[in-house]
């Protein structure tokens, strides 16, 4: 199944059918939004177009496709694959990700148990982002990883949402554990929370994450990397969007025990990061060795700046 | 003449001795078919207890594990889950019991009962689900005890009455 399909198949019979004759470059979109009632926008090549009901792409909202309240109820099943049982926990946090790693967050009515979310009702928000694998645009940031005797350095890449870093966590992956001829591969133990960076489907990636890649899906990051240090010895741990308490004991853990960490995080700079509270920490007794800075300056996935240690660039 | 008579009486108290097995067999064939759902709903409430499977991939797992009477109806089911075609779960469960359970021996009954038991799967959160399946297992149990007992009664009841039967039929045309 193609990406097309593979997309389209989750959205009500009749977004599909509109949705499929909208003459797209998949790798150029972003998000698909779904509003009870709005019209059906997506975001394309970094710009907002709304798609009209003979499927055309046009940048004023008068002629827009208005969502019905069915739509998005039809369109929930089929994320959910009837089962919307089994997405308790992601349906707390307000997203599920889906085949292809594809994220979709879902807003509606709250339902509170004592005082914490229980669940999310009348679901009648949803965004579609796209998660886009490119092959090769860790070629430049991966020099930067590595020491003279191509051991990984601990690295924390940053960067707002939005401008690629898991993209990037993903082919570092890959080219770290493939290797090439002057390099030998490493095993890496991915733990992948959200399913976002290898988007396994039944336990296999698919995405490709390398040779000697192992995946923990769907598993805590805190939980996963102790896991896999004790079950599966990995020379580099890589996870996504590290930052609450049990993450950060996690980390620390992690780097004194001699595995490598490669992780990312929300954040403009490295000052952001340094006011977290907790994984400001781990900033100030630098413990981190390589700080990649993205940002969307220069499009999708830009290479700001790189930083050592002590926050000097490099 | 007379040896037309006695070929056909032997026809009559065959077929209808024959219908009597027929009925006895269907009854005994029922409760093994309830068994077998009820141990398949087991399975299903284990994959959906334990690993948080979603329906689509707990039917194919079924259907591939299951050798019986219920795989094709288990097959058909997964097959148009994961399609994504336009219709309900409950309204996939309901026509395919509707079309692939005629060669079991449940009564319209148990179909009913079935049919409304894929209502109510897949609705809300994992308790709900669980619920579900332990509140139709339970009726399924209750189902088959009522039918154990009363087997071998019933059973007796089907055979006789079949050889009954011909012989009144005879009677009667004679």
């Not at chain 1, 594809?102 to 009348?122: E, P, Q, T």
């Not at chain 1, 870093?165 to 770290?176: A, F, G, M, P």
């Not at chain 1, 995405?207 to 923990?216: A, E, K, P, S």
């Not at chain 1, 060795?289 to 300056?297: F, K, Q, V």
Request: with cysteine; aromatic share 8%.
């Amino acid at each position: 199944m193609n990406k097309k399909d593979e997309l389209l198949k989750i959205f009500s019979l009749k977004l599909r059918t509109m949705l499929s004759k909208v003459e797209f470059n998949y790798d150029k979109l972003q998000e698909i939004r779904l509003r009870v009632n709005g019209p059906l926008i997506v975001i394309y090549d970094n710009k907002e177009f709304f798609i009209t009901g003979d499927s055309r792409m046009v940048e004023k909202d008068e002629d827009a496709y208005i969502i019905l309240k069915n739509e998005i109820r039809e369109t929930m099943e089929y994320i959910s694959n009837f089962s919307l049982y089994a997405f308790e926990e992601e349906i707390k946090q307000g997203f599920i990700t889906i085949t292809g790693g594809h994220r979709v967050g879902i807003v509606g009515k709250a339902v509170l148990d004592d005082n914490k979310i229980k669940s999310i009702k009348h679901i009648s928000f949803i965004n579609i982002r796209l998660s886009h694998q490119i092959k090769g645009c860790g070629d430049k940031v991966l020099p930067y990883l590595l020491d003279e005797y191509n051991n990984c350095y601990h690295t924390l890449i940053i960067s707002p949402p939005r401008c690629g870093k898991t993209t990037l966590l993903r082919d570092v992956i890959r080219q770290l554990s493939n290797g090439d001829e002057k390099r030998p591969g490493m095993t890496i133990g991915v733990v992948d929370e959200r399913s976002e960076i290898g988007a396994c489907y039944m336990g296999i990636p698919q995405n490709d994450l390398g040779i000697r890649t192992d995946v923990l899906d769907c598993c805590p990051k805190a939980k996963g990397m102790l896991m896999l240090i004790r079950s599966m010895s990995p020379r580099v741990i890589a996870v996504d969007e590290v930052g609450s308490g049990e993450d950060i004991d996690a980390i620390e853990y992690v780097m004194n025990c001699g595995c490598k960490l490669i992780a990312t995080v929300h954040g403009n700079s490295i000052e952001d990061i340094k006011s977290k509270p907790i994984l400001g920490k781990l900033v100030e007794e630098k413990l981190f060795e390589r700080y990649i800075l993205l940002s969307n300056a220069k499009g999708v996935g830009h290479l700001e700046d790189v930083y050592d240690a002590n926050g000097n660039r490099i | 003449m007379v040896f037309i008579k006695i070929i056909g009486c032997i026809l009559i108290i065959t077929s209808s001795t024959g219908m009597g097995w027929y009925f006895s067999g269907e009854l005994k064939n029922r409760i093994s078919d309830l068994k077998e759902l009820k141990k398949l709903l087991f399975l299903l409430r284990g994959d959906i207890r334990y690993a948080n499977t979603p329906l689509p991939e707990a039917v194919q797992a079924l259907s591939i594990r299951h050798n019986g009477k219920f795989k094709q109806f288990l097959t058909v089911i997964a097959n148009r889950l994961f399609e994504l075609g336009g219709v309900s779960f409950c309204n996939i469960w309901k026509e395919a019991v509707e079309k692939e359970l005629e060669n079991t021996s449940l009564s319209k009954k148990d179909l009913i009962g079935l049919s409304q038991f894929g209502e109510n799967l897949g609705y809300l959160d994992k308790d709900m689900q669980i619920n579900t399946l332990d509140l139709y297992i339970s009726q399924l149990e209750e189902e088959i005890n009522d039918l154990s007992q009363n087997v071998k009664q019933k059973s007796y009841l089907y055979n006789s009455l079949g050889i009954m039967g011909g012989i009144f039929i005879i009677i009667v045309m004679l």
